[in-house]
């Protein structure tokens, strides 16, 4: 054993052995100067960081000299990794600081193993809690302590947001273990968290929405889509009670109560709040099937049925229209971008956490589940990142936080790093460089998801990132028969049917109604699916953009005496200049034209048809090219 000097004398060591490698990591983001009253603050903040500092040190755990030079020393062998050739050029070029790489799997297999002889001596204090709330507190005085100065002094209302927590050892506490601010901005963050707490008692009185408005804020300092003449706290809060709003009325996924505070703060998108309205409402009405998919799929799966891989779409599409920029996308579809978009506007709709997962050259999404999160519509966690964090990273925190026991130890050997001014581990730049507490609290995580046994998810949707053939409708010529082989039938889900779903009536005015399910094949093909609604009320049809041929649905409608009706369809469109083929008793042959609902359900514009006494039939269809409509029902209304 040493005493404290000695482990001082080593840390220092071994942090200036990383400190040029971690500087090159990162790069260096030069402060803006403070002003006068700033540089006040700084200094009363800077003084209670000192204090803890010391306070820390003569705290800290008495370490094995030779087990942590072994353990540095190996830790350190995985910088020195040769960079991976890319001879092909490709655009994915191989990363070297992954599991993918031989060499780097074997180097970080023998770091963990050096590590955990460390973390079994320094466990008793990392396991302790006479210290969280100190080295919270320091951590959150290191990396803010400029910014909160610069927003304090910017009047006496900001300078209340930072006292709020400052003098909160609680709210520090739950500030740093869900990760702390975006950019440090704690100021804004609170201001925000005040903000929507004074818009919301649940936000106030009950945990989880106090958390989750918490998280938010902190994930979105700044406000996440602020709309022009809004304030951030505005914006945040128009959010926040939305999503409350929604969860409350029980319109958001079922997972959503269950959520860790820490997932909440993916949940609000970097999209305009009308377009997550919309798509709330267009998923429910649309493509309800959608909402009960297996949770690596749900919800984003609307991108592969309905948003074609298409390249050179002017935007916006029909300007004359003035849509949402979500609205638009399902009119002719995109390349990634406008693809990873929806998909993760989706998800997020419902409440599911969703963050970005940009790759080189390419557009994905990463969401949760309750497996863990999982990427879609892109290649491996491997070669995807956002806000300066490698998808591995994220991947290998969102695993570890799920064992929050285990957990609040890698807080306490990051917090401890913080506070003798360690480099941070590379976040772009898997398990390289970080100071001595900074590189145990990255081999704590992959400790506690080796030995919990968590599994990390593959990736789905990857043969969808550069195309979407079910999303093409070839040209195909009308087929007389349904085109619904029995065998094909039972490749689909079938939904239960009641009678209501299948039988025609007709009202006391003579008004026929033909619910979809009564046609003489109910069943569900590539083409054809037959849903519920989002509430049980009705069973619909969803014609959509897969398949090879265009199918046939047939309708038997008896009638006590020929005479002319207005033929109407309740359908929910998502596209333009649509419509459907109507056949009447095999001769007539009526285009039936579907308006833009946007989501909602309509009328069609009434039809004039003939009918003859006696037995009718009616053949639905839609030519190619087709771009997907729902329809609940057909009516006939006597034309007099």
Same mark, same amino acid.
């Given at each position: 054993?040493?005493?404290?000097?000695?482990?001082?004398?080593?840390?220092?060591?071994?942090? *200036?052995?990383?400190?040029?490698?971690?500087?090159?990591?990162?790069?260096?983001?030069?402060?803006?100067?403070?002003?006068?009253k700033?540089?006040?603050?700084? *200094?009363?903040?800077?003084?209670?960081?000192?204090?803890?500092?010391?306070?820390?040190?003569?705290?800290?755990?008495?370490?094995?000299?030779?087990?942590?030079?072994?353990?540095?020393a190996?830790? %350190?062998?995985?910088?020195?990794?040769?960079?991976?050739?890319?001879?092909?050029?490709?655009k994915?070029?191989?990363?070297?600081?992954?599991?993918?790489?031989?060499?780097?799997?074997?180097?970080q297999?023998?770091?963990?193993?050096?590590?955990?002889?460390?973390?079994?001596?320094?466990?008793?204090?990392?396991?302790?809690?006479?210290?969280?709330?100190?080295?919270?507190?320091?951590?959150?005085?290191?990396?803010?302590?400029?910014?909160?100065?610069?927003?304090?002094?910017l009047?006496?209302?900001?300078?209340?947001?930072?006292?709020?927590?400052?003098?909160?050892?609680?709210?520090?506490?739950?500030?740093?273990?869900?990760?702390?601010?975006?950019?440090n901005?704690y100021?804004? *963050?609170?201001?925000?968290?005040?903000?929507?707490?004074k818009?919301?008692?649940?936000?106030?009185?009950?945990?989880?929405?106090?958390?989750?408005?918490?998280?938010?804020?902190?994930?979105?300092?700044?406000?996440?889509?602020?709309p022009e003449?809004?304030?951030?706290?505005?914006?945040?809060?128009?959010?926040?009670?939305?999503?409350?709003?929604?969860?409350?009325?029980g319109e958001?996924?079922?997972?959503?109560?269950?959520?860790?505070?820490w997932?909440?703060r993916?949940?609000?998108?970097?999209?305009?709040?009308?377009?997550?309205?919309?798509?709330?409402?267009?998923?429910?009405?649309?493509?309800?099937d959608?909402?009960?998919?297996?949770?690596?799929?749900?919800?984003?799966?609307?991108?592969?049925?309905?948003?074609?891989?298409?390249?050179?779409?002017p935007?916006?599409?029909?300007?004359?229209?003035?849509?949402?920029?979500?609205?638009?996308?399902?009119?002719?579809? %995109?390349?990634?971008?406008?693809?990873?978009?929806?998909?993760?506007?989706?998800?997020?709709?419902f409440g599911?956490?969703?963050?970005?997962?940009?790759?080189?050259?390419?557009?994905?999404?990463?969401?949760?589940t309750?497996?863990?999160?999982?990427?879609?519509?892109?290649a491996?966690?491997?070669?995807?990142?956002?806000?300066?964090?490698?998808g591995?990273?994220?991947?290998?925190?969102?695993?570890?936080?799920?064992v929050?026991e285990?957990?609040?130890?890698?807080?306490?050997?990051?917090?401890? %790093?913080?506070?003798f001014?360690?480099?941070?581990?590379?976040?772009?730049?898997?398990?390289?460089?970080?100071?001595?507490w900074?590189?145990?609290?990255h081999?704590?995580?992959?400790?506690?998801?080796?030995?919990?046994?968590?599994?990390?998810?593959?990736s789905?949707?990857?043969?969808?990132?550069?195309?979407?053939?079910?999303?093409?409708?070839?040209?195909?010529?009308w087929?007389?028969?349904?085109?619904?082989?029995?065998?094909e039938?039972?490749?689909?889900?079938q939904?239960?049917?009641?009678?209501?779903?299948?039988?025609?009536?007709?009202?006391?005015?003579?008004?026929?109604?033909?619910?979809?399910?009564?046609?003489?094949?109910?069943?569900?093909?590539?083409?054809?699916?037959?849903?519920?609604?989002?509430?049980?009320?009705?069973?619909?049809l969803?014609?959509?953009?897969?398949?090879?041929?265009?199918?046939?649905?047939?309708?038997?409608?008896?009638?006590?005496?020929?005479?002319?009706?207005?033929?109407?369809?309740?359908?929910?469109?998502?596209?333009?200049?649509?419509?459907?083929?109507?056949?009447?008793?095999?001769?007539?042959?009526?285009?039936?034209? *579907?308006?833009?609902?946007?989501?909602?359900?309509m009328?069609?514009?009434?039809?004039p048809?003939?009918f003859?006494?006696?037995?009718?039939?009616?053949?639905?269809t839609?030519?190619?090219?087709?771009?997907?409509?729902?329809?609940?029902?057909?009516?006939?209304?006597?034309?007099?």
């Open positions: 054993m040493m005493n404290k000097r000695t482990h001082f004398n080593i840390l220092g060591c071994l942090i *200036a052995a990383l400190i040029g490698l971690s500087q090159n990591s990162i790069a260096a983001k030069k402060p803006e100067a403070l002003s006068p700033g540089e006040e603050l700084l *200094a009363t903040y800077s003084a209670t960081l000192d204090s803890l500092k010391k306070e820390i040190a003569a705290a800290i755990p008495k370490m094995d000299e030779a087990a942590s030079k072994a353990y540095f190996a830790h %350190g062998e995985i910088a020195k990794l040769p960079k991976l050739p890319n001879p092909n050029g490709l994915m070029a191989p990363v070297s600081f992954c599991g993918g790489n031989p060499a780097y799997a074997e180097a297999a023998k770091a963990l193993l050096a590590a955990r002889e460390v973390l079994k001596e320094v466990g008793p204090f990392l396991g302790g809690e006479e210290m969280h709330a100190k080295l919270a507190k320091c951590a959150l005085l290191k990396a803010g302590a400029r910014e909160m100065a610069a927003f304090a002094s009047g006496d209302e900001e300078k209340s947001y930072v006292g709020a927590l400052l003098n909160d050892d609680q709210l520090i506490v739950e500030v740093m273990e869900l990760g702390g601010a975006y950019e901005k100021g804004q *963050a609170i201001r925000n968290f005040k903000a929507i707490q818009a919301s008692k649940n936000a106030t009185e009950k945990d989880f929405f106090r958390l989750w408005a918490l998280a938010s804020s902190l994930e979105h300092p700044d406000g996440n889509h602020v003449g809004k304030t951030a706290p505005e914006a945040i809060v128009a959010f926040y009670l939305n999503y409350e709003k929604a969860c409350l009325n958001l996924d079922p997972a959503f109560p269950t959520l860790t505070a997932n909440c993916f949940i609000f998108p970097f999209r305009p709040l009308e377009s997550m309205i919309w798509m709330r409402k267009m998923v429910r009405n649309f493509r309800p959608h909402m009960g998919l297996d949770y690596k799929w749900r919800y984003c799966r609307i991108t592969k049925t309905d948003v074609p891989y298409t390249s050179n779409v935007r916006p599409v029909r300007p004359d229209l003035n849509l949402l920029s979500m609205q638009d996308y399902f009119l002719e579809g %995109g390349i990634c971008g406008p693809r990873a978009f929806t998909g993760r506007a989706a998800t997020h709709a599911i956490p969703s963050r970005p997962a940009p790759q080189t050259g390419h557009a994905a999404i990463s969401h949760w309750p497996g863990g999160w999982v990427t879609v519509f892109g491996h966690w491997t070669f995807n990142h956002f806000r300066g964090q490698c591995l990273d994220f991947e290998l925190e969102s695993r570890a936080r799920s929050p285990e957990y609040a130890q890698v807080h306490r050997a990051n917090w401890l %790093g913080d506070a001014g360690e480099p941070i581990v590379a976040r772009m730049q898997f398990g390289v460089g970080g100071g001595l900074k590189s145990l609290a081999y704590k995580k992959l400790a506690i998801v080796e030995d919990a046994e968590l599994i990390e998810l593959e789905v949707g990857a043969e969808f990132a550069e195309s979407n053939e079910a999303a093409i409708s070839p040209n195909s010529d087929e007389e028969d349904d085109g619904t082989p029995e065998e039938a039972n490749k689909f889900p939904v239960e049917l009641t009678a209501a779903d299948t039988t025609i009536t007709t009202d006391e005015n003579g008004v026929i109604t033909i619910p979809v399910a009564a046609c003489s094949k109910p069943e569900s093909t590539e083409k054809i699916r037959f849903m519920k609604s989002y509430d049980d009320q009705f069973v619909q969803h014609y959509n953009l897969a398949g090879n041929r265009p199918e046939l649905r047939s309708y038997t409608v008896n009638l006590p005496e020929a005479g002319k009706y207005y033929f109407t369809a309740g359908v929910c469109t998502v596209t333009v200049d649509r419509s459907f083929t109507i056949r009447a008793n095999r001769r007539n042959i009526h285009e039936v034209k *579907a308006p833009l609902t946007l989501g909602d359900w009328e069609t514009v009434p039809v048809m003939e003859k006494a006696g037995r009718n039939k009616l053949q639905l839609l030519r190619a090219p087709n771009k997907g409509i729902s329809i609940k029902c057909f009516t006939l209304t006597p034309i007099k």
